[in-house]
């Protein structure tokens, strides 16, 4: 079970990225966060449903000799359903549908793709798949991951989307609207 404590200091980061109201603003934010990474070892993204929807969870990422563990439990899903799981370019979830998180991370330009294949780009993490409740849970280590440096997830945003991603289409799956969308910020 993911220990839910520390959100209010994500939400509180969550705040302040998501008051940026310039691209620029929001990637110099996220690199300000990056800079201060190695004094935490929790982060944390809330996801808040978008309009129209009902979707709600905790995604926590944490560093481990492997690679960032992502651990995630989303709830409000259609029962025993896939979708698209992915971090998003900009920590900015003000956007009815989530638009402003932009598109997916790829700081070296690489193409969609699978995450568990040869790695395409960072923001590819697959698909979350629901159970009979609608309820769906991961907890994997991604060996890709970073904290640090031009490559840090840290004040990003992880999107849920509608369907599933079919991991092969251009630029993101095809995997429909968004459906929540939470800026990963400080947990502890």
Do not use: W, Y
């Not at 969609?112 to 294949?117: I, S, T, V």
């Amino acid at each position: 079970m993911i220990n839910l404590k520390p959100i209010v200091t994500s939400v509180a980061l969550a705040t302040v990225l998501g008051a940026c109201s310039q691209e620029s603003d929001v990637v110099g934010t996220s690199a300000a966060v990056a800079s201060q990474a190695d004094s935490f070892s929790e982060f944390v993204a809330v996801l808040h449903s978008t309009d129209g929807n009902d979707v709600e969870g905790v995604v926590m990422f944490s560093n481990t000799e492997e690679g960032v563990r992502v651990g995630a439990q989303v709830s409000g899903l259609g029962p025993m359903s896939s979708h698209g799981f992915h971090i998003h370019r900009f920590g900015d979830c003000r956007a009815a549908d989530a638009s402003s998180a932009g598109g997916h991370f790829s700081p070296d330009g690489m193409p969609h793709g699978a995450p568990d294949e040869e790695r395409s780009h960072d923001g590819d993490l697959g698909n979350l798949i629901s159970n009979g409740a609608g309820v769906a849970q991961t907890n994997e280590v991604d060996p890709d991951l970073s904290f640090a440096g031009e490559d840090s997830i840290l004040g990003r945003a992880v999107v849920i989307h509608a369907s599933a991603d079919d991991l092969e289409s251009q630029p993101s799956g095809d995997a429909g609207p968004r459906v929540a969308c939470g800026v990963i910020g400080v947990a502890s």
